[in-house]
């Protein structure tokens, strides 16, 4: 089956550490996502491509950089990881829809569960 | 700068019992999607309402979307428990991104 999967699924880290989450996807998607989930607080765009050439900050980009090595592949790069960077992260992918009707429907990965001591 | 609200953001309900959730969203925008989350688990899609209009159902669960009102409605049908979960109402802005709603976490009693 077609499907989004990242790692790892867990990570324990120290403060000031660089951290790096993986994401890859076989839908055959152009669009990717990076999100931070905190209880409460739903789920907040970090970053989002929509191709290759194509890296654009969402509403919550300080502290975190990524990086599209192909089409199948988002990173998501915490340069000197923070306590308040603990979260839950998802990678999520879309296309256009098949029959051409903009679903931009957004299929979401399994999560990794961060945590910065 | 879009916004979406979830009323309300628990709900207790007994087995057997109807009730709705709300999403009000800011901004015009004729993209409306829910999504099931289970305890430490990943998003599940469960509607995708495209239009003014739009009406979707899958078993005890019916999607609403009235674009003028800038509202969505999920109804729950005779809950059971195992639609205990967290749902999430999402809008569709510029951009193609996607405003999550903070989440109704539902549980369902015997």
């Known amino acids: 089956d077609a499907d989004v999967t990242q790692t790892p699924r867990n990570r324990i880290t120290k403060t000031g550490k660089r951290i790096m989450l993986e994401c890859s996807q076989t839908?055959?998607?152009?669009?990717m996502y990076w999100y931070r989930q905190d209880p409460g607080l739903g789920l907040r765009l970090i970053y989002y491509?929509?191709?290759?050439?194509?890296?654009n900050k969402g509403e919550i980009s300080d502290g975190y950089s990524v990086s599209r090595q192909a089409q199948a592949k988002f990173s998501l790069s915490l340069e000197s990881a923070i306590p308040n960077q603990t979260a839950l992260y998802f990678c999520?992918?879309?296309?256009?829809?098949?029959?051409?009707?903009?679903?931009?429907?957004?299929?979401f990965g399994p999560g990794t569960r961060l945590t910065v001591l | 700068e879009l916004k979406v609200e979830q009323n309300p953001l628990f709900l207790s309900m007994q087995e057997g019992k109807n009730y709705t959730i709300y999403c009000n969203y800011s901004?015009?925008?004729?993209?409306l999607y829910w999504y099931r989350q289970d305890p430490g688990k990943s998003l599940e899609s469960l509607f995708v309402?495209?239009?003014?209009?739009a009406v979707k159902q899958e078993g005890r669960l019916m999607a609403s979307l009235d674009t003028k009102a800038r509202l969505s409605t999920l109804h729950i049908t005779a809950a059971v428990h195992d639609l205990s979960a967290t749902y999430f109402c999402?809008?569709?802005?510029?951009?193609?991104?996607?405003?999550f709603g903070k989440g109704t976490l539902l549980t369902v009693n015997p």
């Open positions: 999520a992918t879309s296309d256009l829809g098949t029959s051409g009707s903009l679903v931009h429907e957004q299929f």
């Open positions: 839908k055959g998607h152009d669009r």
């Open positions: 491509s929509f191709d290759v050439k194509d890296i």
């Open positions: 901004t015009t925008s004729d993209r």
């Open positions: 309402l495209l239009s003014n209009g």
């Open positions: 999402a809008s569709l802005q510029v951009n193609y991104k996607l405003t």
